[in-house]
C-alpha cells in the first residue's frame, strides 16, 4: 500500500542551526502539508502546498521556515536558525482528494 | 475561527466492550471530517474520512458519524480489544479550500485485557 515516507525520523541539532526535514508523498498525491506537534499538544497546521506554490501557511510558518518541491518526488521542510520551541514531532501528508495520509513523522530535538 | 474539541480527554474499558469517542466542532461549514488513530511517538493513520454530504461511513467494528447542523461526530468502536489502544483524533477541513486539517486534542483510549 502507497505510503508518505519521512526522513529522518529523529533529528537532534543545535540551536541556531538549520534543518531540513524530508518527505516522499504518495506518487499520484497533488496536495502536500506540513503539520507539527509539540509533546502533549494537539496537531498543528504548518503550511499547504499546490502547484508548486504554498497555498496556505499558518501564522507559526514565519520566516524561519520554507518549503520546496526540488524533484518530483521530494517535499521539504526548512527551518533556519532553530530555537528552543521548534522541539516537535513533524509530520508530512499528502492527499489527492479528500483523504489525507500521514507520514510517520520526524522528530526534532533542538539543544 | 473553527476549534475542534474532544471528549473525554482518556478512556479505560475492558475489552469487548463498545464504545463511543465524542468531537465537536465550532464552525459547521466543513468540508470533511476525518478521524485519526495515533500510536505513542507515531504517525497518523487515517481511519475513516465522512464528507460534508454524509452522515457516517463505517470501517470494520468502526462506524464514524457526522452531523454539522450541532457540530458533532462520533466514533463507535465496537467489540474493543486491547490492540486498539491508541490515542484518537479527531479534524476537521474547513472552508479554505487548501485541505488544512484543524485538529481535536484527541481521546486516549486503553483497553484493558
Known amino acids: 500500500e502507497p505510503e508518505v515516507t519521512q526522513t529522518p525520523s529523529h533529528q537532534v541539532t543545535q540551536m541556531g542551526q538549520e534543518v531540513i526535514l524530508r518527505c516522499v508523498p504518495i506518487?499520484?498525491?497533488?496536495?502536500f502539508y506540513w503539520y507539527r506537534q509539540i509533546l502533549g499538544q494537539k496537531v498543528e497546521f504548518l503550511v499547504s502546498f499546490y502547484n508548486n506554490e504554498i497555498s496556505e501557511k499558518s501564522e507559526i510558518f514565519d520566516d524561519q521556515f520554507s518549503v520546496e518541491r526540488p524533484d518530483g518526488s521530494n517535499f521539504t521542510l526548512k527551518i533556519r536558525s532553530t530555537k528552543l520551541e521548534d522541539s516537535a514531532m513533524y509530520f508530512c501528508?499528502?492527499?489527492?482528494?479528500?483523504?489525507?495520509?500521514f507520514g510517520q513523522g520526524t522528530r526534532l530535538t533542538v539543544v | 475561527k473553527q476549534e475542534v474539541t474532544q471528549i473525554p480527554a482518556a478512556l479505560s474499558v475492558p475489552e469487548g466492550e463498545n464504545l463511543v469517542l465524542n468531537c465537536s466542532f465550532t464552525?459547521?461549514?466543513?468540508?470533511?471530517l476525518q478521524w485519526f488513530r495515533q500510536d505513542p511517538g507515531k504517525g497518523l493513520t487515517s481511519l475513516l474520512l465522512i464528507q460534508s454530504s454524509q452522515r457516517e461511513q463505517t470501517s470494520g467494528r468502526l462506524n464514524a458519524s457526522l452531523d454539522k447542523s450541532s457540530g458533532r461526530s462520533t466514533l463507535y468502536i465496537a467489540a474493543s480489544q486491547p490492540g486498539d489502544s491508541a490515542t484518537y483524533l479527531c479534524?476537521?477541513?474547513?472552508?479554505?479550500?487548501?485541505?488544512?486539517?484543524?485538529f481535536g486534542q484527541g481521546t486516549t483510549l486503553q483497553v484493558k485485557p
Open positions: 479534524a476537521v477541513e474547513g472552508s479554505s479550500n487548501t485541505g488544512k486539517l484543524i
Open positions: 464552525d459547521s461549514a466543513i468540508y470533511n
Open positions: 501528508a499528502s492527499r489527492v482528494i479528500a483523504e489525507a495520509f
Open positions: 506518487s499520484n498525491h497533488l496536495y
